[in-house]
Nanobody
Framework: QVQLVESGGGLVQAGGSLRLSCAAS????????MGWFRQAPGKEREFVGG????????YYADSVKGRFTVSRENVKNTVYLQMNSLKPEDTAVYYC?????????????????WGQGTQVTVSS
């Protein structure tokens, strides 16, 4: 079983950048496909981006494509979400999640392990 802890959230002005980190313990992160999700107040949790455990394939939601980048550093057992050109509509709690499948899934039900989330607030 893997435990996940997100960090790096905060308050930023529109157009700014943040880098979120997701540190894993208990098992090697290289064993998992990793996803980033977010949930705004009153909305369902949605897929943001992810990276596969084999080949490092990445995939992003259309709303963040070209602005967000997911990367992984297996030596540090950490996955990152680099967020640039932030918009007020990016405001949400951001979660990382781990899935032991090979394929990169975009729905929450495929992910077995979740972090506690980190708040990102983008002011206009």
């Amino acid at each position: 079983q893997v435990q996940l802890v997100e960090s790096g959230g905060g308050l930023v002005q529109a157009g700014g950048s943040l880098r979120l980190s997701c540190a894993a313990s208990g098992r090697a992160l290289s064993m998992y496909t990793m996803g980033w999700f977010r949930q705004a107040p009153g909305k369902e949790r949605e897929f943001v981006g992810g990276i596969s455990k084999i080949g490092g394939y990445t995939y992003y939601a259309d709303s963040v494509k070209g602005r967000f980048t997911v990367s992984r550093e297996n030596v540090k057992n950490t996955v990152y979400l680099q967020m640039n050109s932030l918009k007020p509509e990016d405001t949400a709690v951001y979660y990382c999640a781990a899935d032991d499948s090979v394929g990169l899934q975009t729905t929450t039900s495929f992910y077995d392990y979740w972090g506690q989330g980190t708040q990102v607030t983008v002011s206009s």
